[in-house]
């Protein structure tokens, strides 16, 4: 495995390019440029550009709307419906934090439901949105069923994330953004290129059989909730995968459970449809409709102390704050240039040849 | 272990007496008792009157105050902050989520953070409160340290539950409660009346090594979050934990996490606060705030019923919706009476002996 390294800019220009090619207006090219960029910059490989030639081809099969028409279909004072109109996620999601945080900072909160998009990227992208404005942003999606609920040999859930974002003082912010199952597919494909065994509780055979094998999903197979299996609290996972599902889809009026369309061009969507397209749910809350915002981040600023001078087991093992690792990439990353392995990097060239852009 | 079984109305009667010679008015005593028993219907016989004389232990050390002016200190339309002023927190997270609720009413969702309070008992009261008018109800608390975060070697959160239900149609509502740790402490009593070994990952002893041993926590040990290790996803488990603490009582100036007070009267609260009493964090969100309630509820209706007929890896254990055990203890024991483990029922009769109150 090798990576060539780009600055942030060149991919952030190449990725606008392939929005552009695809027919999106300059302003969702950009926007979700940026999504995907962040991601890269974050050190969340798996969601950033390596994820752009699936959404053009999504778009070629007619899947991706370049030129949506999101809008507010249902609403109250603190909480709405979006229709994504097939968008991207990476746009439609952003629309709808938006609308949360207009309603936050007259009331207090705002919460929006979105149907009809498609895959919105990192959860915290659309969080942290809110964190700059000293509110507190949750995000979440649905996302095709790859997860057997506990005592299930069949694939009812995706590995549904769930963010939540805090603002800090001198800290960066406390940033909770995970799946809902034991480990994510991203974390399987690294095991499959290196050829090894993934840890017990990942993952169960197509009959339902605990397995090893980084390729079992390709063979039938399903991600197991967080939690692994009952006796480690694995309907907790399911309970918080399905909650995800309920909240993104099942509130706004999207595909829910084993309905939702695959993210891949070469699998169809189900033929007998419950919504449109994926579920996003989005929140603000203002922090200082609690209490001031500079009581609120002192006092974070104490949690995340504390937690930083834990006691370790291993002394080169510290405690981790939520969302430092990623804080940390980003600093770095913006410095030095954003590495990516190689066979991304093909890939990405292939796509600029059948685009007719320059390569990276 | 003997099990004797009462009638929900007796133990409502006898718990409601308990409350009263604490000091509590009336409509209080109803309402602590009333969560409690709905605890023991539900079958979660570890917060019901199994608890009740720890609340006395703890009314007696004057760390609950049984006659508290419980007050919204702060708020925007769909925000607030209440001071539960010390008091019971079968009482005071009742009063936020009726807070919670009415600003819902109005603006289509309500928020409330409470500090100054103590333990609230089960989460899913409160949460179905909301449920009961077709709304989605959230709760959570946080609770004394026992939980060691990822790597580390002390304790710094408590099992911290969250909690979110859905209103269904035809079926029962779908209501995820769930303990943040991979196990919580009931389970570990178990486990020593048994005299039996537990599963891996539930908790450490005192060096930070994994243990089989029900007794460690006793020994200095600590409970893991959900995930139990760092290959299996603790550090979501962490993530969900440390995010009701900062809910909980970063927003409301509750304590947080090492410094959150025990529940248990022969340990004394930290000497340093940080915050107020413990801390819980309620919402609720009218469902037609989002889509119609019925359009919501059949949606709701075949998501559950396409979960329940899952397929399954074995043919006696089918997939279980959220909430569903729960619904079917209370739906048997309101005909058939709660059992009541014969060294409660001993210790609920020393607590009458001592008030001067008729026995169970």
Redesign the interface.
């Given at each position: 495995m090798n990576f060539i390294t780009f600055t942030e800019a060149k991919l952030r220009d190449f990725t606008y390019s392939v929005f552009k090619k695809m027919g999106c207006s300059d302003a969702h090219a950009t926007l979700a440029a940026d999504v995907l960029i962040r991601s890269d910059l974050r050190g969340i490989d798996s969601h950033g550009v390596a994820r752009l030639s699936g959404y053009v081809r999504l778009w070629e099969k007619k899947r991706i709307n370049a030129t949506p028409n999101i809008k507010i279909v249902?609403?109250?004072?603190?909480?709405?419906?979006v229709d994504g109109d097939g968008g991207l996620g990476l746009v439609v999601a952003p629309f709808a934090m938006q609308v949360a945080m207009e309603k936050a900072e007259k009331?207090?909160?705002g919460?929006v439901?979105v149907k009809n998009s498609n895959h919105f990227g990192i959860a915290g992208y659309h969080a942290l949105m809110a964190v700059e404005k000293d509110m507190?942003g949750i995000s979440m999606t649905n996302a095709s069923p790859l997860v057997a609920?506990?005592?299930?040999?069949?694939r009812?859930l995706g590995t549904n994330p769930m963010c939540?974002a805090?603002p800090a003082g001198k800290y960066p912010a406390?940033i909770?953004d995970?799946?809902?199952a034991?480990?994510a597919n991203g974390k399987l494909e690294i095991a499959q290129r290196a050829n090894k065994a993934i840890?017990d509780?990942?993952v169960?055979d197509a009959?339902?059989?605990q397995s090893l094998d980084p390729n079992e999903l390709k063979n039938g197979g399903s991600l197991l909730p967080?939690?692994?299996d009952k006796?480690?609290?694995s309907?907790?996972?399911?309970?918080?995968s399905?909650?995800v599902?309920?909240?993104s889809a099942?509130?706004?009026?999207a595909n829910?459970?084993?309905w939702v369309p695959p993210f891949v061009a070469f699998l169809e969507p189900p033929t007998d449809p419950?919504?449109e397209g994926i579920g996003h749910f989005l929140g603000a809350?203002?922090?200082d409709?609690?209490?001031p915002a500079a009581?609120?981040k002192s006092?974070?600023d104490?949690?995340i102390a504390?937690?930083k001078s834990?006691?370790?087991?291993?002394p080169t093992?510290?405690?981790?704050v939520?969302g430092e690792p990623e804080h940390d990439f980003e600093q770095e990353r913006k410095l030095s240039g954003i590495p990516i392995i190689d066979v991304v990097v093909n890939d990405l060239n292939e796509l600029a040849a059948k685009l007719e852009i320059e390569g990276l």
């Open positions: 249902h609403e109250t004072p603190t909480t709405a419906t009331y207090g909160s919460w439901a507190i609920p506990t005592y299930a040999n069949e009812l939540y805090f406390v909770v995970m799946a809902t034991a480990a840890p509780g990942w169960q009959n339902g059989q967080l939690g692994s006796d480690h609290g309907h907790k996972g399911y309970g918080l399905a909650t599902d309920i909240l099942v509130l706004s009026g829910y459970g084993p419950v919504g809350m203002r922090v409709g609690f209490r009581d609120f006092h974070l104490n949690w504390r937690f834990a006691k370790t087991v291993d093992k510290k405690v981790i939520p």
